[in-house]
């Protein structure tokens, strides 16, 4: 098994003019629940689009669980779920007849577990109670978990899914990243694009931040928790004696300004540093720590902010 689940080098596609995706350079590494994050607009669905063979890149290339596409996509595609503005079904059918109707038509599947495989698929979506339901009855929320039921028809390696919390509410939102979780712990590598850094926070190991059709950051999510390190900051007309204290502390990373000093706190507990002042006779006019967090890292990363509920 290759080390990437997926990996795309220079991949872009313009439409007319206007430059939708610009040379991104994807490395979703295996076993990652990696989270596709951007605000509207910012060129996830048609980076996901073309991973999936649907649009043709206008240049670049990539692979899919090693293997590049468009070239073996026959051979891959049955081992990726795609959650891709919903497959289209059938109103009139209920949910569990859609599923079977789906099935049917994929050639990988054996139709001798179809029906188990289909109760076990809407029993993970939480569908169970309204399998019987005609589609068009469905809510919106009904429709999305209908839809993600049919990627987990068949096991999949690698699950790609476009905003698979749209349209759910609170409960249904919770569910699906708890599966997606479960999903990623029986070995799948999820890539998951969300406009929601919370989504990020909760269910993702990876990030790559899309922002205006380029991939502005992408690393290990813990990587970036460490870069966005809290910071002492100390105002005080004694800025010298301040450092030397900080020093001594351990804190890293020390800036003196004329009437302040700041740096990284690492492990010191604040008061710890406030204590060592105050016992160094350092005149301590003001104490602050300035923990910015992923979003404040994202912010300065794409000089726009991210929806942060849900
Ligand atoms: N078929 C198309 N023809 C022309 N422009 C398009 C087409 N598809 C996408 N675009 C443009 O490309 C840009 C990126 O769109 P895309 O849908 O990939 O962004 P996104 O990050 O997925 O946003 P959203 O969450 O709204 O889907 C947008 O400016 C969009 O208007």
Redesign the pocket.
Known sequence: MPELAVQSQGLSKR??R?V??DAVDLAVPRGAVYGFL??????????IRMLLGLVRPTSGGHTLLGRRMPDRAAEVLPRIGALVEGPAFHPYLSGAENLRRLDAADRTADPGTCTARIGGALDRVGLTAAAGKRYRAYSLGMRQRLALAATLLVPRDLLVLD?PTNGLDPQGTREVRALVGTLAAEGATVLL?T?LLAEVEQVCTDVGV?HQ?RLVAQAPLAELRAAATPRARVTTDRPVAAAQVLRELGLTEITEAPREVSAVLGPVPPEKVVAALVHAAVPVRGFAVDAPDLEELFVSLTGEGFDVSG
């Open positions: 439409f007319g206007q939708a995706v951007g605000p509207n607009g910012s060129g996830k669905t048609t980076t905003e694009s406009h899309m059709g």
